[in-house]
C-alpha cells in the first residue's frame, strides 16, 4: 500500500500564491509518477499537475499552465504545487495522487490523499 500525507492550502487573496506538498510512504517503488488534483464545489475531480518521477516529466491542465509549477524531490518521495496569480475559480479542494504517470495524465490515479482545501477570496 501507499500512504499519502497532504499539508499546505489555506485562504488567500487573488494573485496570491500558497504552495502544496504532498509525502508518499510505503510502497513508493510502485509508482512512477505523483500529481494533483482537484474538485471545485458542484463539480467532478479533474486532473491538475503530473511529474513523472524518474526523468522529470511534467503536464499541466490548460487552466494553470503558466501559473503552477509541479517539482518533486525524489530523496524525500515528496511532491510539491507551488500556485501563483490565484484566481477565484482555483478555489477547490486538493488531491494528491500517485501511480501511473500515464493514468494520472488521462484522468485518473490509483492513491489519492485525503485532499486540502484551497479558497481563494476575489
Known amino acids: 500500500q501507499l500512504q499519502l500525507v497532504e499539508s499546505g492550502g489555506g485562504a488567500v487573496q487573488a494573485g496570491g500564491s500558497l504552495r502544496l506538498s504532498c509525502a508518499a510512504s510505503?510502497?513508493?517503488?510502485?509508482?512512477?509518477?505523483m500529481g494533483w488534483f482537484r474538485r471545485a464545489p458542484g463539480k467532478e475531480r479533474v486532473f491538475v499537475a503530473a511529474?513523472?518521477?524518474?526523468?522529470?516529466?511534467?503536464d499541466y491542465a490548460d487552466s494553470v499552465k503558466g501559473r503552477f509549477v509541479i517539482s518533486r524531490d525524489n530523496a524525500k518521495n515528496t511532491v510539491y504545487l507551488q500556485m501563483n496569480s490565484l484566481k477565484p475559480e482555483d478555489t477547490a479542494v486538493y488531491y494528491c495522487?500517485?501511480?501511473?504517470?500515464?493514468?494520472?495524465?488521462?484522468?485518473?490515479?490509483?492513491?489519492w490523499g485525503q485532499g486540502t482545501q484551497v479558497t481563494v477570496s476575489s
Open positions: 510505503g510502497r513508493t517503488s510502485s509508482i512512477s509518477g
Open positions: 495522487a500517485a501511480g501511473l504517470y500515464t493514468r494520472m495524465v488521462g484522468g485518473a490515479s490509483d492513491y
Open positions: 511529474i513523472n518521477w524518474s526523468g522529470g516529466i511534467t
